[in-house]
């Protein structure tokens, strides 16, 4: 079973960028498909960016297209999000999550593990 920590959250100017990480520990992300989520008071958690389990090709919603960057780096078992150009209604708590299913998904709830989340903050 893989355990995910997630870092890098703050609060920022409209405009801003940040660096979302997730350190997996207990098994390889290379193992696993891999998403961000996010999650606004009073709405749904939300696909955020993905990345398969081989190959590398990544899936974004529409909103975050051309200025949210998924990648992972093996060598340090990690998975990252880069955010530029952020927008208020960027606002969320951002999860990572790892699925161990044959075929990529962007369902929450297909996804097996989950990190504890981390506050992302955009202010006008």
């Known amino acids: 079973q893989v355990q995910l920590v997630e870092s890098g959250g703050a609060l920022v100017q409209a405009g801003g960028s940040l660096r979302l990480s997730c350190a997996a520990s207990?098994?390889?992300?290379?193992?696993?498909?891999m998403g961000w989520f996010r999650q606004a008071p009073g709405k749904e958690r939300e696909f955020v960016a993905g990345?398969?389990?081989?190959?590398?090709?990544?899936y974004y919603t529409d909103s975050v297209k051309g200025r949210f960057t998924i990648s992972r780096d093996n060598a340090k078992n990690s998975v990252y999000l880069q955010m530029n150009s952020l927008k208020p209604e960027d606002t969320a708590v951002y999860y990572c999550?790892?699925?161990?299913?044959?075929?990529?998904?962007?369902?929450?709830?297909?996804?097996?593990?989950w990190g504890q989340g981390t506050q992302v903050t955009v202010s006008s």
């Open positions: 990345i398969v389990r081989r190959g590398g090709t990544t």
């Open positions: 207990g098994r390889t992300v290379s193992s696993y498909h």
């Open positions: 999550a790892a699925d161990s299913g044959v075929v990529f998904t962007i369902t929450p709830s297909q996804y097996d593990t």
